[in-house]
């Protein structure tokens, strides 16, 4: 536990290029201690290129990495060797040594360290209690299951009290009961170690669960960073609004003019924005989309629906109209069939508006 002495992290207009490709181009982040850091991004927009540049495992082709030091001084890590930093890291194929015990699993780095044998079994006993495997130390991880195999290789990271932690998409491989269970107890887990989380995940439901901070990337550079729900609720950018949206964002071309919005191809509402007459970008999310009006200003639109999706407490129910395809996320069982019109209703209220150049008003 630490404490006071919590340290945050702060990447500084990282750039990694390997081959003539950029993986990293300018990335800024600030990750802080005491709850997660969420890097969002669909796969290939630089979540692992940047977990291991901050590891040490790749050195940055330009750019700093620093640390909190002594008396509110920065420390700089950019060129400090990968075992000289304070690490955790944890992959989404999680990885034990299939000979040991997983007492031996999770004391490995301690050991590696030269800590104490009575430390390294009070810290092993401890943070094994804390991820509920303690009753299986004597165990090999192949008799153990995916999840509990996991949190072995959490266990293994926290247990040296690492600065830092890397998560790498550690629940993907797992199934949707143990996902629920351990989305639920890492935010506590580490807000009792005092360790800097980085938590990556192609998964916006994902990032909205584990709460905190988040910065999206998109091919290799930083979309928006903030508070969690800051991000989801006001992109700065559609691009952001996208990356932050599951099922896919939702969107139409739209022309203001004399204080009229018609989206193309569609129906006209009244500006309430005060938008300058031009051209613009409309977006709203799944769950924004209606089977019934949910106001008296909701506008309707008739639709052709391309698939149905039932998951049993909601209807993914994806529609072709105005030369796009949608997607509305509503609850109950709606049994649409391919080529069925339905009438849909949005709320002009919800909409996102960008500029043309994507940026959001």
């Excluded at 081959?19 to 201690?33: H, I, K, Q, R, W």
């Excluded at 990356?243 to 193309?264: E, H, K, R, Y």
């Excluded at 030369?323 to 509305?328: F, N, V």
Aim: glycine share 8%; hydrophobic share 40%.
């Amino acid at each position: 536990m630490r404490g006071a002495n919590w340290v945050a992290f702060e990447v500084k207009n990282i750039t990694l290029t390997v081959g003539g490709e950029a993986y990293l181009s300018a990335v800024d982040a600030c990750f802080t201690p005491g709850g997660f850091n969420v890097l969002l991004g669909p796969t290939l927009s630089g979540k692992t290129s940047l977990l291991r540049v901050l590891a040490g495992l790749d050195a940055p082709t330009s750019g700093q990495i620093v640390m909190d030091g002594p008396n509110q001084s920065k420390v700089d890590l950019t060129g400090v060797a990968v075992k000289k930093r304070s690490i955790g890291f944890v992959y989404q194929q999680f990885i034990n040594y299939p000979s040991m015990s997983v007492f031996d699993n999770i004391a490995s780095p301690l050991r590696v360290m030269k800590t104490p044998k009575a430390d390294i079994h009070a810290r092993v006993e401890k943070i094994a209690d804390l991820l509920a495997i303690g009753p299986m130390l004597k165990r090999k991880p192949l008799e153990l299951s995916g999840g509990q195999q996991q949190r072995v290789a959490l266990a293994r990271a926290l247990v040296r009290e690492a600065d830092l932690v890397l998560l790498d998409e550690p629940l993907a491989n797992l199934d949707y009961k143990l996902r629920e269970e351990l989305r639920a107890e890492l935010p506590k887990l580490f807000n009792q170690t005092g360790s800097t989380v980085v938590y990556a995940t192609t998964e916006p439901e994902e990032a909205l669960l584990l709460g905190g901070t988040i910065t999206l990337l998109h091919e290799g550079r930083t979309v928006q960073a903030g508070p969690t729900l800051e991000v989801y609720r006001t992109p700065n950018s559609l691009q952001s609004a996208r990356t932050f949206s599951d099922p896919p964002l939702n969107s139409a071309p739209a022309v203001c003019s004399g204080g009229t919005v018609q989206i193309a191809g569609g129906p006209t509402y009244k500006d309430t924005l005060g938008l300058p007459d031009g051209a613009y970008q409309i977006g709203f999310r799944a769950h924004q989309l209606h089977v019934k009006k949910p106001s008296r200003n909701a506008l309707d639109v008739s639709a052709c629906v391309a698939i149905t999706e039932i998951t049993g407490s909601e209807s993914f129910i994806h529609v072709d109209l105005l030369g796009q395809r949608w997607t509305a996320l509503v609850h109950g069982i709606h049994p649409y069939s391919e080529g069925d019109q339905v009438t849909l209703y949005l709320d002009p209220a919800d909409f996102m508006v960008f500029r043309q150049d994507g940026s959001a008003l």
